[in-house]
Every structure is written in structure tokens, then in C-alpha cells.
């Protein structure tokens, strides 16, 4: 059965990601995928790009690494208030000042996605969606929908990030057979409700090794002629919250940033 790691959203969250790293490391998933934005209202913006680049770990292009390393001036960020849009401005100009030219182009130059293949299923890892980094798919999307990305984006599983909150969804093609639509949730900016740091199990392999792990309804064969059964698990790691909150306000960066790491 082949294991792969998934983690995403890490925003500038080091001891975050130390966090998720040490328990990806504990549970012997040596194959470790970033689906993007490392950067962001979080206090610590070259330590997550220090510590993804020296450790080499495969990444995509997040919306706010694309902003921020083009210096684009916005970081490509749904706001639904004046006040949100406010706090995000100032996010935007601390990171952008946090980082050196190197770490600019560094981030710039990150792949817009990740393709893999495990025996004949065809693997998609982006950020937002398969045709847009920064589009949000929440579990509001209607499966004709999500089929239709899929099979435009020719997936058989497709792993995003983006929305801060972790999923897996079988969505039946009409053609037969289902995609794997697999949010990673988020290691450093957690939207669910849970303040803990997240990272995503994803599992191939045949259908009796998949269901050991996960439950039934989570493992189903994908779309295609691979016999490949598809399973994930959700993972929670404690980390010193009020460290990261601590540091957000000696930073200077909006004190509500601090009370959504608290609130998850």
C-alpha cells in the first residue's frame, strides 16, 4: 500500500509545521507532499520557506506564495468585510518585508501542480482547484460539478488545500465509477472549528489493505480501469498555540489573527 503525506495552508506557522512534520516523521509516511502557502498571517515567513526548501519537500504554489513572489501586491484572498480586507493588507506588507529576494523568487517559482501515477490511477495535487489556485472547494459543491473538474483535469484523485478544512469525498462520475476529491486541511491556519495542527493520510493500494486502516465508505475504488482502492486519514497534532499567538502580536499583525489560531 503506498502512503502519501499531505499537508497544506502552513502560513507562516513554524512551530506548526515542526509540529506536523514530527508526526508524519512518527508515523513512518516517508513520501511527503505541500500543497501550498507557506506564507501569511502568520509571524514566521522565512522559517517555513527555510525549512520546506532545505528539507526539499515537494510544493506547489499556494495563492499567497503567488502573490507574494511576484509581488503582485494581494495575495489573490477572498474577504468578505472591509475590516477582513484591512487585516489582509497588513498581512500582505509584513510578509512581503519578512522576505528576502531569494525567498521571492524561490516562492514564484514553485509548480502550479503535482501529477503522480500509482498503477494506472492518475493522481492530481493543486492548491484551489484543478483550473484555479485560488478557487474554494467546500463540501457545498455539487458532485456534477466536481465530476466535471475531474475529468477536465483528467484525475482519477484530486488533492487540494486551500480551504483549511480536511475531507475525503467519492464523487460518482457519469461515465461510471467515482473521483477522490482529498482536502489536506490546513497545518498552521486550521478553519474547523479545531485549533490543532493538520496533515492528511492519503492511501492506495487494494481493497482489503485499504479498508484495514480506514473506514469502508472510505475506501472505494476510483474511476478508470485501475483497480486502485483510495483511503484517507485525517491526523490532529497538539502544538504550543498561544506560542505562535504570543508572536503574532509581538509582530505587530492584527490581533485577530491571534484569536483564529485560538478558535481553529
Known amino acids: 500500500m503506498r502512503r502519501i503525506a499531505l499537508f497544506s495552508d502552513v502560513h507562516a506557522n513554524t512551530v506548526a509545521l515542526d509540529a506536523v512534520l514530527a508526526d508524519i516523521a512518527a508515523a513512518d509516511v516517508g513520501e511527503t507532499y505541500c500543497l501550498g502557502d507557506l506564507v501569511g498571517y502568520g509571524p514566521d515567513p522565512s522559517g517555513v520557506v527555510e525549512r520546506i526548501r532545505s528539507l526539499g519537500i515537494p510544493t506547489i504554489r499556494g495563492n499567497y506564495d503567488e502573490g507574494i513572489g511576484t509581488r503582485r501586491g494581494e495575495c489573490g484572498c477572498y474577504y468578505a468585510t472591509d475590516e477582513a480586507k484591512a487585516d489582509g493588507a497588513e498581512s500582505y506588507a509584513f510578509t512581503d518585508a519578512a522576505l528576502n529576494d531569494a525567498d521571492h523568487e524561490w516562492l514564484a517559482a514553485l509548480p502550479g501542480e503535482i501529477r503522480l ?65 482529498v482536502s489536506s486541511g490546513s497545518a498552521g491556519k486550521p478553519k474547523d472549528g479545531d485549533s490543532r495542527a493538520g496533515w492528511v493520510e492519503l492511501l492506495l493500494g487494494d481493497r482489503d489493505e485499504v479498508r ?35 508572536a503574532v502580536i509581538s509582530a505587530g499583525l492584527p490581533p485577530r489573527f491571534a484569536e483564529a489560531l485560538r478558535r481553529g
Not at 473506514?215 to 486502485?228: N, R
Open 212 to 246: 484495514v486502516v480506514t473506514p469502508a465508505d472510505s475506501a472505494v475504488a476510483p474511476a478508470g480501469s485501475a483497480d486502485v482502492w483510495v483511503g484517507a486519514i485525517v491526523h490532529r497534532v497538539t502544538y504550543d498555540v498561544e506560542q505562535v499567538a504570543a
Open 117 to 181: 501515477e500509482h498503477e494506472g490511477a492518475r493522481i492530481l495535487l493543486a492548491h484551489g482547484s484543478p483550473r484555479k489556485i485560488n478557487e474554494y472547494l467546500l463540501l457545498d459543491r455539487q458532485d456534477a460539478q466536481l465530476a466535471r473538474l475531474a475529468e477536465q483535469a483528467e484525475a482519477d484523485v484530486v488533492c487540494i488545500g486551500h480551504i483549511h478544512i480536511p475531507y475525503h469525498r467519492a464523487v460518482p462520475l457519469p461515465s461510471g465509477g467515482v473521483v477522490h476529491y
